[in-house]
């Protein structure tokens, strides 16, 4: 389920209002609840400062232990940005747990649900910064080593301890099997999540590229050199993008059966890949002859 307000896109999905019922009828309610305001002020903490400083929001997603933001073309920011935007989610979870205590303290808040609140909210800010990508903690380090580095490396880098952090948290997971007790998923769960955003951070590195090549395109004033080439009409539309050049426009002939079908430029099929979060084949990105 989805919709746009404004320049975002929200999504639901459908289990999102699922879980909180069935969470209520095993009688986790004020678990759920707990990591649900957790995640929500922590989310909502990247937002005011991604709102702040100009950046914009792809997305937001609404799942079912929570939500994620997306920051539009996120490896495009400068390093100082990126830091701003990605230290803001852990600090939000540090304001709320000292809120949370001092809530307790006062007897504003039932010490139970505050001490829940505490848990939750620790558990979130450790997490978050272990310096692996696509946590916060992973774009704070990116942000700090895309200048010395080079941005390609720094995401390696990210990637690469990741990796490491996933083994370790898998470890983790298995270490109450050993003592006789039961297989904690939390652990492992987290781990799969950090091994399958991999690609997708390669693939926002890209992108990232693509939409700084594009809004340095000028429009064309004079006659410049060009080139073209043959590409099938189910290649991706991003890996055709890669025999583009800076110093010529590039035409793309666009074969399908063996037949000249359709002929675009590296212009529109930039703007395709971006409009498309670059999930196109370049047959459909141009219009047939």
């Known amino acids: 389920m989805g919709l746009t307000i404004g320049r975002t896109k929200l999504r639901l999905h459908p289990l999102a209002l699922v879980f909180p019922l069935a969470a209520a009828l095993l009688g986790a309610g004020d678990a759920m609840a707990a990591l649900a ?9 990247h937002l005011a400062m991604a709102r702040a400083l100009g950046v914009g929001i792809g ?8 939500g994620a933001i997306r920051l539009e073309n996120p490896y495009a920011l400068s390093p100082g940005r990126l830091l701003a935007v990605a230290a803001a989610g852990p600090a939000g979870s540090l304001l709320a747990l000292l809120i949370a205590a001092a809530l307790a303290h006062w007897r504003a808040l ?22 692996a990508l696509p946590l916060d903690g992973g774009r704070m380090l990116y942000a700090l080593l895309s200048e010395r580095l080079g941005r390609n490396r720094a995401v390696e880098v990210g990637i690469l301890l990741g990796r490491i952090v996933a ?14 007790g039961r297989l904690n998923l939390t652990p492992l769960f987290a781990a799969a999540f950090i091994l399958l955003s991999a690609e997708d951070e390669r693939r926002a590195l890209g992108d990232a590229r693509l939409r700084t090549w594009l809004s340095e395109l000028k429009p064309l004033s004079r006659p410049v050199p060009a080139r073209v080439v043959a590409v099938g009409g189910e290649c991706d539309a991003r890996l055709a993008l890669r025999a583009a050049r800076a110093d010529a426009l590039t035409l793309y002939a666009v074969y399908e059966n063996s037949r000249l079908t359709r002929f675009t430029d590296d212009r529109r099929l930039l703007r395709a890949v971006i409009e498309n979060d670059g999930d196109i084949a370049v047959g459909k990105a141009c219009e047939p002859l």
């Open 59 to 66: 997305e937001v997603r609404i799942m079912p232990i929570g």
């Open 110 to 131: 039932d010490p139970v649900f505050a001490v829940r609140l505490m848990e939750t909210n620790l558990v979130l800010l450790g997490f978050n910064l272990l310096p």
């Open 37 to 45: 305001v957790s995640l929500a002020v922590h989310e909502a903490a």
């Open 167 to 180: 083994g370790l948290l898998s470890a983790l997971a298995l270490v109450p099997v050993f003592l006789g």
